[in-house]
């Protein structure tokens, strides 16, 4: 049983932790977060208590991010200029004592109660711990690391016997408190990554949090939900394509379109919605030319950059197929992420699609200031505004950093990060220098697979020669790689994000450049570094970004 359910964490890895032990515990333990006692000597706060009937009581230290231990045994969290000395062994065993101590101490035990078994344990989520590790006040069973997650209640269970077992069990009448916590060591090295997931796993909670508007607005048809960089829009418009497919509550199970500009995007989507069962699948997910492809036209001869082609010949065409589709074949509802880029005429074949023109669903993502493609596009029928003012995703340096290109003010709820680097170089030496910043990067700490480099002007090298073997489908899927830094354009990455990302401002002075810029500086949630002529960042990006990024 998890007692306090409602219970707030100061950290995301309180929280991880909680829920690893509340999933995997037998029956009749109880869990106990955020205990708080005081000895004569000091003040102790316990993460989390465990008190397992027949096995003993554990408390728990929590540790989040990143955890290393140093040559001489000491421990520290964080990297950097953020790096501080941390005793999780020291406050886990003292924590253990005081509880002990405040439990015999109380009359009802006293008086009826001998000494049951105690034990402590560090839990370092986000860290991974090696096998072999081991110091003298914490060997590798005491510790858990993230590689240990899945098993975490087990090893939990395991403490009390291998720490203390001259004392007896506790019986379910001596089960009284628990408390939860985190934190691990195994001699890690510093890792820039953990910091990093335990940001990305606040700003899913924060994003999925941030679903529950899908509910408040289930009765409106026809909807544009807007915002900025970071808001969340893609997983909402990807979630809301979930429900809108299962059905719930009063509302049947609809067939529904989810439409997207981008073979990136596109892409992600389908990635997304693999494992989810074919029921709860959208009836179509992918880009406006996969819709046309399905109905039947063959877009793979047409040159790309005839624009009469696609932005309306192709789009009469698919209106035509659309109206004298089957009844089943039409869709309840059309959801449309970046919507900003889609030409007019795209919008007639989707609402011929819709079985009711009239009263079908309609809900359109967009933000105009990632309008980088010289079309122009509204729905030709009416929606309901909502307005996504927070920005979940980025680190607060990295939103703060593009937020003069945004299009309204957005509050900032991300972690905090590293400070986002300037590079200064001329346009034509842009490639090279991103190249020596990815490697930087490399040295840092970051994996490849959280590493992209994009460019605004010329594409990089790497990105052609990828292309060109793989085509544009299967480039695509690499984005998911696990084992190399993706190298790619701004045009292509609505939508898309990495932890790390090298934004190649090597683009010769063009109309939309100012808002090439504002994607790709928040394609980035976690290290932002941008490379280039600081004159022309300057006179594209405004004087305020141009502060923000440290240009004199």
């Excluded at 950290?11 to 000895?39: D, F, K, M, Y």
């Excluded at 899945?150 to 077992?165: I, K, M, P, S, T």
């Excluded at 889609?342 to 079908?360: I, N, Q, S, T, V």
């Amino acid at each position: 049983m998890a007692q306090g359910e409602g219970a707030r964490f100061a950290h995301e890895s309180e929280r991880v932790v909680w829920e690893r032990l509340a999933r995997g515990v037998t029956e009749g333990t109880v869990l106990l977060p955020n205990i708080r006692l005081t000895s004569q000597l000091k003040d102790h706060e316990l993460d989390v208590v465990v008190l397992m009937p027949g096995v003993g009581v554990v408390v728990v230290e929590v540790k989040g991010g990143s955890v290393s231990v140093d040559a001489q045994g000491h421990w520290w969290s964080g990297g950097g200029a953020r790096r501080s000395r941390v005793r999780p062994v020291e406050q886990c065993r003292d924590g253990k004592y005081a509880l002990r101590d405040f439990v015999e101490a109380d009359p009802r035990w006293k008086n009826r109660r001998s000494r049951v078994r105690f034990g402590h344990a560090v839990v370092v989520p986000f860290t991974d711990i090696a096998d072999d590790f081991a110091t003298p006040d914490c060997p590798r069973w005491m510790i858990s690391g993230r590689g240990d997650l899945d098993d975490l209640a087990g090893r939990v269970h395991d403490v009390v016997a291998l720490q203390e077992n001259d004392q007896r069990v506790p019986t379910a009448e001596d089960v009284e408190l628990i408390v939860e916590i985190l934190s691990g060591r195994g001699f890690p090295v510093p890792d820039i990554a953990a910091d990093a997931d335990e940001r990305e796993a606040t700003s899913d909670r924060l994003t999925q949090e941030q679903a529950a508007l899908l509910q408040v607005t289930r009765l409106i048809r026809r909807m544009e939900i807007r915002g900025g960089a970071g808001s969340g829009k893609t997983i909402l418009a990807l979630t809301q394509a979930k429900d809108l497919t299962r059905g719930q509550g009063d509302r049947k199970a609809q067939r529904v379109a989810l439409v997207c500009y981008s073979i990136g995007l596109s892409q992600y989507f389908k990635r997304q919605l693999a494992s989810v069962p074919r029921h709860h699948r959208p009836a179509f997910v992918g880009s406006f030319e996969d819709l046309a492809n399905e109905w039947g036209i063959d877009t793979a001869s047409h040159d790309r950059n005839d624009a009469a082609f696609w932005e309306r010949d192709l789009a009469a065409r698919m209106t035509e197929i659309a109206a004298a589709l089957p009844d089943g074949k039409k869709f309840d509802a059309v959801i449309v992420d970046e919507a900003q880029d889609f030409a007019d005429h795209w919008w007639y074949p989707l609402m011929k699609a819709l079985r009711d023109e009239d009263e079908g669903g309609l809900y359109v993502y967009s933000d105009e200031n990632q309008r980088i493609f010289a079309r122009f596009g509204r729905p030709p029928v009416p929606l309901v505004p909502l307005v996504l003012d927070h920005n979940l995703r980025n680190t607060q340096q990295i939103a703060r950093a593009f937020g003069p290109l945004a299009p309204m003010r957005m509050h900032l709820r991300g972690g905090v990060g590293a400070d986002v680097r300037f590079v200064a170089c001329p346009r034509d030496e842009a490639i090279g220098s991103a190249d020596d910043q990815v490697d930087l990067l490399l040295e840092e700490g970051w994996q490849p697979q959280h590493v992209a480099l994009l460019t605004m002007g010329s594409r990089h090298p790497t990105q052609v020669e990828r292309q060109e073997a793989d085509g544009h489908v299967g480039y695509w899927r690499s984005f998911w790689d696990d084992d190399d830094v993706f190298y790619g354009h701004v045009l292509g990455c609505k939508g898309l994000e990495r932890r790390a990302v090298v934004l190649c401002v090597n683009a010769k002075k063009t109309e939309r450049a100012r808002e090439m810029l504002y994607v790709g500086m928040s394609r980035a949630t976690d290290e932002l570094v941008v490379v280039g002529d600081p004159d022309f960042i300057r006179e594209i990006g405004g004087a305020q970004v141009a502060h923000r990024l440290g240009i004199g």
